[in-house]
């Protein structure tokens, strides 16, 4: 089962959520190993603030409302001298069982965003 590192994932815009499998990271990520940028299933996702952040990550659908919180999975708050925050995700029973192109990604502060690893079967 392979790790895959795919580092950080930049929001360019605050308040406009982006999709993690269109982030040129996971792309890059992908055709490092050699699996087409098409492959957007995993067995397990781990997202993790970024150190440097000031402000909240959010991660949730299509549909995400950081006011109601209807569509969220998460919220990941700027890191601290003694927390760094994150989100997983895995399915033990179906080794393909997470789509990530599902997940959206929101951010306080442009350029920000979660790092992110996963695991592919």
Known sequence: MPI????????????????????QAYK??????????????VQAALFQAWT???????????????TT?????AVLVAP?????????????LAPAGIDLSGLFLDVDTN???PILTVLYT
């Open 80 to 92: 601290s001298a003694t927390s760094i925050p994150s989100f997983g995700a895995s399915n033990h």
């Open 69 to 73: 919180g209807v569509g969220m999975a």
């Open 4 to 23: 895959i590192v795919v580092g950080k994932l930049s929001v360019a815009a605050a308040g406009t959520p982006q999709k993690v499998t269109d982030f």
């Open 52 to 66: 440097l952040n000031t402000g909240k990550v959010w991660i949730g659908n299509a549909t995400m409302n950081k």
């Open 28 to 41: 890059d990520a992908l055709a490092a190993v050699k699996l087409s940028p098409q492959f957007l299933t």
């Open 111 to 113: 350029g920000e965003g």
